[in-house]
């Protein structure tokens, strides 16, 4: 009986295992390592988006002729090729930071490229000409270029194929936590003497000279406020990062890593004279999350008596990298950023352009935008945001376990037509002080929503798509390549055609000819994918 009895109750728990293994935030692995990582993320939104909802104004306050009839077309190109010079930047060394990274680790890439972050976003503040801001920008994206090395580190960290499409969701919500707080700063930041008159103006609690027209530097400077404080948060990034976030590469891991032993030291400084711990009389083993302590004793696997000795990984040639699943999936992921790259610069432009009077338009023919200022425009911009970490957090875990990550891809693309197909239509509304506000935010939700399922999606498809963990990063450098080239090539034709619109009376032609026609070409090519038999198990959502 009591055999029976065990063997029941054996069968009992065999059957309760998989409910308590399920895949939640809580039971997710390596989670300070993630965060670390996170936050190196950050250097992306911050360098990226906080310009976007004063760069209208600052383009327009560097140019000779500021009032000039042509003004607002000039100012679109030109916001179109600074926005493109930042993934040109990544384009250019994120297979070089992938392949140092093979070298020399994931850590030391990923320093120095936040280190070429911090420099990049401080000094483009303090830029006064065109071709300054070029150059800074085109720097800040080369530092950019890491994205690549974080995504394999991710893969690196998290080992179990079960948790990885968590983990692969925590850098992109990071990045949208950052893109919210990078707009909404971006645009209350900027011109500070005007936008924040209390701090800065001629009476301000920061004039402490008493100069007349406020504080000097900000006078002088009117954009440098957003870029110190980008340079300030990507420092303290960097210091962290360099204190807390361990080797990923297998061949480096086990290396001394002074950094980490430094941050242990503070760490246990902090908590005896924060949190008032004192000394037991013994010495305490940091063991860091995911490390196991192993004697010198050997110790018997529970499996066999005898050790099976580790079979060496074979390397994986290009020509079998590149696979007919891996290449489909490629040109999807391509296509994504191709569009939405283009929206993120032409919709923050749209919004500030002056409103046009559209008294003889027709369903074609009408221009102008929407007259709102900087921070204005932020503020809109980062409260929609909101909207995605809400969406990211609480909704895509579901609809990607109904669906599936293809069947959430699909959805998104049929979002993004509608989008486009409506955004330009909000010029009509710039004379009405109320109905335009609730237009806006039903085209940037729509938006909002479908890039929030999209890319995490896209970056998980990818994942799936590469035949062997082996070439992890190779996969994601090319991905991060040609995410970078689609999003320089995206802004720089949309910067262009919006101009000619303006010209041309139609504002419309950048958001039809465009942007809806690269929508619905990655619509029909998302049906072109095929859905991989272990979507549903390895890379399960539960809450």
């Given at each position: ?9 054996g069968?009992?728990l ?13 039971n997710?692995p390596?989670k300070?390592q ?7 993320r ?5 360098s990226?988006a906080?310009l ?7 383009i327009?306050?560097i140019l ?5 009839p ?8 030109l916001?179109?090729?600074?926005v493109a010079t ?5 384009m250019?060394?994120s ?9 020399y680790?994931r ?7 936040l ?5 990049s976003?401080?000094a ?6 065109i071709?300054?801001l070029?150059f800074?920008?085109v720097l ?7 994205l690549?090395?974080?995504?394999t580190?991710t ?14 969701l ?6 949208n ?14 011109d500070p ?9 001629p009476?301000g609690l920061?004039n402490?000279?008493?100069?007349a027209?406020?504080?000097e ?15 300030t ?7 962290l990062?360099?204190l807390?976030?361990?080797?990923s ?7 001394r890593?002074f950094?980490i032993?430094?941050g242990?030291?503070i760490s246990?400084f ?6 008032q711990?004192h000394?037991?009389g ?10 196991v302590?192993?004697?010198d004793v ?13 079979r060496?990984i074979?390397k994986?040639?290009?020509?079998k990298i590149?696979?007919k699943?891996?290449?489909?999936t ?9 569009h939405?790259?283009t929206f993120?610069?032409?919709?923050p432009?749209?919004l ?5 009077d ?6 074609f023919?009408f221009t102008g935008g929407l007259?709102?200022?900087?921070p204005t425009?932020g503020?809109?911009?980062a409260?929609?945001g909101i909207c ?6 609480f ?6 376990k109904?669906i599936?990550?293809l069947g ?5 693309n ?8 409506l ?17 806006m ?7 909002v929503?479908?890039?929030t399922?999209a ?5 998980i498809?990818?994942?799936e798509a590469a ?9 994601h450098?090319?991905?991060?390549t040609?995410?970078?080239?689609a999003s ?5 034709v949309g910067g262009?055609?919006?101009a000619?619109?303006?010209?041309a009376g139609y ?9 809806l ?5 990655a ?8 859905k991989?038999?272990e ?6 959502l539960?809450?």
């Amino acid at each position: 009986m009591s055999d029976f009895g065990g063997e029941e109750e054996g069968k009992r728990l065999l059957k309760a295992r998989p409910l308590e293994e399920r895949v939640t935030w809580r039971n997710l692995p390596e989670k300070k390592q993630l965060l670390l990582l996170a936050l190196c993320r950050l250097s992306t939104p911050l360098s990226n988006a906080c310009l976007l909802p004063y760069l209208y104004y600052m383009i327009k306050s560097i140019l000779s002729e500021p009032e000039h009839p042509s003004a607002p077309q000039q100012i679109s190109r030109l916001t179109g090729l600074l926005v493109a010079t930042y993934p040109l930047g990544q384009m250019s060394t994120s297979m070089i930071w992938g392949r140092l990274s093979d070298t020399y680790g994931r850590k030391p890439v990923i320093l120095l490229g936040l280190t070429i972050s911090v420099i990049s976003n401080l000094a483009f503040g303090f830029s006064r000409s065109i071709g300054t801001l070029l150059f800074w920008r085109v720097l800040a994206g080369m530092g950019n270029g890491i994205l690549g090395v974080m995504r394999t580190m991710t893969a690196e960290i998290v080992k179990e194929k079960r948790y990885q499409a968590r983990a692969f969701l925590a850098l992109p919500l990071i990045f949208n936590s950052g893109r919210v707080a990078a707009l909404a700063i971006g645009g209350c930041l900027a011109d500070p003497v005007h936008n924040m008159p209390w701090l800065f103006g001629p009476t301000g609690l920061f004039n402490v000279a008493k100069n007349a027209n406020g504080v000097e530097w900000a006078i002088e400077y009117p954009y440098a406020l957003p870029s110190i404080f980008n340079g300030t948060v990507l420092a303290i990034c960097l210091v962290l990062a360099a204190l807390g976030l361990r080797e990923s590469l297998p061949t480096r891991e086990k290396h001394r890593d002074f950094c980490i032993i430094i941050g242990r030291s503070i760490s246990g400084f902090v908590r005896r004279m924060v949190f008032q711990e004192h000394d037991s009389g013994y010495t305490a083993i940091q063991v860091e999350e995911g490390e196991v302590l192993t004697a010198d004793v050997p110790v018997a696997s529970p499996a066999s008596e005898t050790s099976t000795p580790t079979r060496p990984i074979s390397k994986t040639s290009l020509r079998k990298i590149w696979s007919k699943p891996l290449i489909k999936t490629f040109l999807a992921f391509g296509l994504l950023p191709l569009h939405n790259a283009t929206f993120l610069h032409i919709f923050p432009v749209f919004l500030s352009m002056p409103t046009f009077d559209n008294d003889h338009s027709t369903i074609f023919h009408f221009t102008g935008g929407l007259g709102l200022s900087s921070p204005t425009v932020g503020i809109f911009l980062a409260t929609l945001g909101i909207c995605g970490i809400l969406l990211q957090l609480f909704i895509y875990p579901h609809l990607q376990k109904r669906i599936g990550t293809l069947g959430v891809f699909r959805l998104a693309n049929f979002i993004f037509p509608i989008a486009y197909v409506l955004a330009p239509f909000l010029a009509l509304l710039g004379g009405h002080a109320i109905a335009k506000w609730p237009a806006m935010g039903a085209v940037l939700f729509a938006q909002v929503m479908a890039r929030t399922m999209a890319i995490p999606s896209s970056v998980i498809l990818l994942t799936e798509a590469a035949p062997r963990r082996n070439v992890l990063g190779t996969v994601h450098g090319a991905g991060n390549t040609l995410s970078a080239l689609a999003s320089a090539t995206g802004p720089v034709v949309g910067g262009l055609l919006l101009a000619r619109g303006i010209d041309a009376g139609y504002v419309g032609i950048v958001w039809w000819c465009w942007l809806l026609v690269v929508a619905l070409s990655a619509l029909v090519w998302s049906f072109v994918l095929e859905k991989r038999e272990e979507d549903g198990d390895a890379l399960e959502l539960e809450e």
